[in-house]
């Protein structure tokens, strides 16, 4: 009996762990170009790496960023965004040429 009940403790704690981040990103994607906006729970996210089309950017204190794409094809494109705990959040979105 102890030995399931430190097990089910152990189980609720690991998910609670898993779930804790609210890590999310909105992408705005524009001609030829993105707004992207990295926050935790509302929050804007400082210092969170993110990465299209093989280039990083680095999110300022306002979890904001302008990304220039410079393709001349319309091409769906995948925004990576990973914060300094290691969560990571992705999205695909249609980016229409210049």
Not at 2 to 10: G, V
Not at 38 to 63: F, I, K
Request: net charge negative; aromatic share 8%; charged share 20%.
């Amino acid at each position: 009996m102890k030995k399931s009940i430190i097990a089910t403790t152990m189980v609720l704690a690991s998910a609670t762990a898993f779930s804790a981040s609210a890590l999310d990103m909105n992408v705005i994607p524009l001609e030829g170009a993105a707004w992207v906006e990295v926050h935790n729970g509302g929050n804007p996210v400082q210092g969170a790496t993110v990465t299209v089309d093989g280039n990083s950017y680095v999110t300022p204190a306002s979890g904001l960023l302008f990304v220039r794409i410079s393709d001349d094809e319309d091409d769906r494109y995948v925004f990576t965004a990973q914060d300094s705990s290691g969560n990571k959040v992705s999205k695909t979105r249609l980016v229409y040429k210049d």
